[in-house]
């Protein structure tokens, strides 16, 4: 039987891929734009066309236009560390119980903060969030596709910074390329020789060997990775090294990385045993909620609670939690 929707957003739910500067609503937008003296259109619908994904994407490159419009207002500690909190604060309405957050420091420069100076900001509201509303949270730091390795190496650096907490991950996100994971080998060795955890964007350009390269470089999760399912020789490579893939239908169909709802590949890659999970990518940009995400999967797909429950287990097991937050939790996810 087809689970309500009510049904869907009680489940507990563990998001391991949402952006920060896609995922601020609405009402909170518009007092970072006060805050940073910038206009922005007073009525809601004109607004919206600005903060999501135009309906004429046809790449990732259109999908990423609204970041440029929401980047000048998150230039302070105290609009980072709002836009945190506002997030956790929907991962509550979702009922999501642990969320890994994350965002490019380098993008949040321009009003003079220092890379450690937005981590802060943003783990600061993390933290507020999970007081008020009891959603654990982790952030991930993304390095840009486009910037230079010694740029990325600088976000790297930042994992060795012992008074930043709740850190938990590294992420290479933005434009994508095919075969742009060896531009970053030695970033990304250091990555694993430093032991932190890896997820890289890859497999969204219809460009399935990125993310296979992303694999043999440490990456043990995969933004996306949809591509790989013109790849199926290699699922059992994916399955025997328990890579997860974080997957978003909302976003993955905006940025034309699978062109139809019909082809969404996520019940055959279940089917098959490769580790799925569901996430919102950008909860604002892609105008959704991890809860539509659920909805839309049930009805694509007629998946029931056992196919979610497991999927919300492949997610608690994929994640970057510290073991405390892993103890916390496990009787909510693993049964
Ligand atoms: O789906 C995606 N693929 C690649 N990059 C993305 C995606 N969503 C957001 N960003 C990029 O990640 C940056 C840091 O959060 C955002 O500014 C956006 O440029
Ligand atoms: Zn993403």
Redesign the pocket.
Known sequence: MCLSRTELNQLPKIELHC????SISMATIRVLAEKAGISIPEADEALRLKITAPESAES?LD??AP?DFV?PMLQTQEALELAAYDLISQAKADHVRYIEV???PT?HTAGGLSLEQVVVAVTKGLAKGEADFAVKSNALL?G?RHESVATVMTVVDLFSKGELTHVAGFDL????ADGYVSGFTSVLETVKERGIPMTL?AG?CGCAQNVMDAIKLGATRI??GVAIKDMPDKWAELIDKKITLEM?PT?NIQ?KAIDKAENYPFKTLFDAGVRVTINT??RT?SDTTLTDEYVKLADWLGFDEAVFRQVARYAFEASFMSPQQRADLADEFIK
């Open positions: 952006h920060l500067d896609g990732l999908y990423l970041f980047l994350r965002f490019a993008l993304c840009m996100a933005g434009g994508e964007h969204e933004g996306h978003a976003s940025t990518d950008n940009v």
